[in-house]
Nanobody, 124 residues
Framework: QVQLVESGGGLVQAGGSLRLSCSAS????????MAWFRQAPGNQRELVAV?????????NTADSVKGRFTISRDNGKKMVYLQMNSLKPEDTAVYYC????????????????WGQGTQVTVSS
């Protein structure tokens, strides 16, 4: 059974930091591209950052997070992370982990597997 389980969300003040983690099971993690998406109330789900299986290409897709958010992975631990710094109230959303063998499918918002999401709330 394939599972992606996010953790690390919570309430933080503006300017603070959080590190989200996503643990994968049931897949050969090292060959999957991984990504973080987010969805705020009333908004569509948007791609935040994506990383290839070998970490050769990392894209912080949302312009609003460039220079503040960093995606990374540990293939040995089957984990993907999202380090979020200088958080803003507009970063408030449910953050989802996603996996797919195809980098382009993830970028297109159509991954093979979604996690259940973790809430991030940034207070002003």
């Amino acid at each position: 059974q394939v599972q992606l389980v996010e953790s690390g969300g919570g309430l933080v003040q503006a300017g603070g930091s959080l590190r989200l983690s996503c643990s994968a099971s049931g897949i050969i993690f090292s060959i999957y591209s991984m990504a973080w998406f987010r969805q705020a109330p009333g908004n569509q789900r948007e791609l935040v950052a994506v990383i290839r299986s070998d970490s050769s290409r990392t894209a912080n897709t949302a312009d609003s997070v460039k220079g503040r958010f960093t995606i990374s992975r540990d293939n040995g631990k089957k984990m993907v992370y999202l380090q979020m710094n200088s958080l803003k109230p507009e970063d408030t959303a449910v953050y989802y982990c996603a996996a797919d063998l195809s980098f382009s499918k993830i970028v297109a918002g159509d991954p093979f597997k979604w996690g259940q999401g973790t809430q991030v709330t940034v207070s002003s």
